[in-house]
């Protein structure tokens, strides 16, 4: 075998990703509170970098007098209007969560040095949904107590606030929260008891047999339980969803005509500040150090101006095209949302596809049927009979109308439904149906059925 060694000129196509591009991008794709924060950030690392404040200008007025006027009396926290306006348990605090509630509920209770000790242990092994975690065998031998003295403190947790705390099963919790409110029947007891999960899977007559009554007064016992709660920890459960999202396009209709508007409010604007122009007004002012920083500075400042106007200019152009393609929805509402693909309106804008993605992720439109992420508008589809397609958002809209309208006591099967949707000219299998059903939260067949 003989080695050949040579030089080769080649050409060759190449995307640089600069540093600029790189920001560019990120800024694009940012959220409303994540440019926030981006700003914020980059306000500290960049001096030439300044909030453009003209416009808040009466703003600031307005609280420096507002400061003025409230300061020319002394505020007395003992005057009648703060005593019957700003009662002290009006006061907001730190949210409790399930655990820090259910031992200020122990503390209530006079127990000795070893039963509190106990309480602490059982409370810390009941989970956010409210139910206890462990065997009362295994808690006794961690704590080296008797089994007894376990089921005790256990009892008397399960009594505490909220009604089916300290549960070891669903049964458990259900009959627990019978007690508590004075619900407690011989047949409801029998029904949770034994035929719990027959009555999930909506077999009425199944049970009303086994248990010899009329169907309805199974149906009637099981409405009662729906009135309990399977998870009583949940309420507590806060401080992890709570979220805030904030549009960043509103689309209103004035007379007639939409208008488009972009959220400017929630990111500052940016402007060079001027305080350094006399850097660049004479050479040999600064020495060449200072000078190439404050350049290097500068080229920055520009270049995020000019990414964050552009970030915003693609927004108003992708609103544009949405209430070009999807006119029909802001007009009548979501059954009415057509398909949409990215390559469509990167299309109409002259763009890539990639641009598109980046702007519409994580980015909010407020419209009058609701606030949408900017993905909700490029619902896949499928084919009707006319040849034209309808979004699944439409198609589950038209779902959920046939089953609203459904007779309860003879409620459609999914195959009834989707002969139902295809006589509508929607191509349709059932089992597709039974997915967009269970996406909606809509229950079986059997679990719908109401008994006249």
Request: hydrophobic share 40%; with cysteine.
């Amino acid at each position: 075998m003989e080695l050949d060694y040579g030089f080769k000129l080649q050409q060759k196509q190449k995307l640089m990703m600069t540093p600029e591009l790189h920001q560019a991008l990120q800024i694009l794709q940012f959220s409303s509170i994540e440019l926030a924060q981006y700003v914020n950030q980059i306000l500290l690392e960049n001096p030439l970098l300044e909030i453009n404040d003209e416009e808040k200008k009466e703003e600031e007025i307005a609280w420096e007098d507002y400061f003025r006027e409230i300061h020319k009396e002394p505020y007395n926290m003992d005057s009648p209007e703060v005593k019957e306006g700003f009662p002290l348990e009006n006061i907001a605090v730190r949210n409790l969560n399930l655990q820090d509630y259910l031992l200020i509920q122990l503390g209530c209770l006079s127990l000795n040095a070893l039963e509190q000790k106990i309480g602490h242990y059982l409370i810390g092994n009941i989970n956010s949904a409210g139910y206890f975690t462990i065997s009362v065998e295994q808690s006794a031998q961690d704590l080296q107590v008797p089994q007894e003295q376990v089921e005790k403190i256990l009892q008397l947790i399960q009594n505490f606030e909220p009604a089916g705390v300290g549960a070891r099963n669903l049964r458990e919790c259900l009959l627990l929260q019978l007690k508590q409110k004075n619900m407690q029947e011989k047949e409801l007891e029998q029904l949770i008891e034994n035929h719990l999960e027959d009555l999930g899977t909506g077999k009425m007559m199944k049970v009303a047999e086994a248990m010899h009554l009329p169907v309805l007064r199974v149906q009637e016992l099981a409405d009662l339980i729906k009135t309990l709660n399977p998870k009583p920890g949940a309420s507590f459960d806060h401080e992890e969803k709570i979220g805030y999202i904030i549009p960043d396009i509103f689309v209103e209709r004035v007379q007639g005509e939409y208008v488009i508007l972009l959220n400017n409010y929630s990111v500052p604007r940016l402007m060079i500040n001027q305080a350094y122009h006399h850097f660049f007004r004479e050479d040999g002012a600064v020495d060449k150090k200072t000078r190439s920083f404050v350049e290097n500075k500068l080229k920055q400042a520009l270049w995020v101006i000019h990414s964050m106007e552009q970030r915003q200019k693609t927004l108003y152009r992708i609103a544009e095209v949405l209430l070009q393609k999807q006119r029909e929805f802001f007009d009548k509402g979501i059954k009415y949302l057509r398909p949409l693909t990215l390559q469509q309106v990167a299309e109409e804008m002259e763009v890539h596809e990639s641009t598109v993605s980046r702007a519409t992720m994580h980015k909010y439109m407020q419209t009058a049927h609701g606030l949408f992420e900017l993905k909700f508008f490029f619902p896949f589809g499928l084919k009707m009979n006319t040849g034209k397609s309808l979004s699944t958002e439409s198609i589950k809209q038209l779902l959920q109308e046939i089953i609203e309208n459904e007779d309860v006591t003879a409620p459609y099967s999914d195959q009834k439904l989707a002969e139902l949707l295809q006589a509508q000219g929607v191509c349709i299998a059932r089992r597709t149906v039974t997915k967009y059903r269970q996406e909606l939260g809509i229950l079986s067949t059997a679990q719908r059925r109401r008994f006249a």
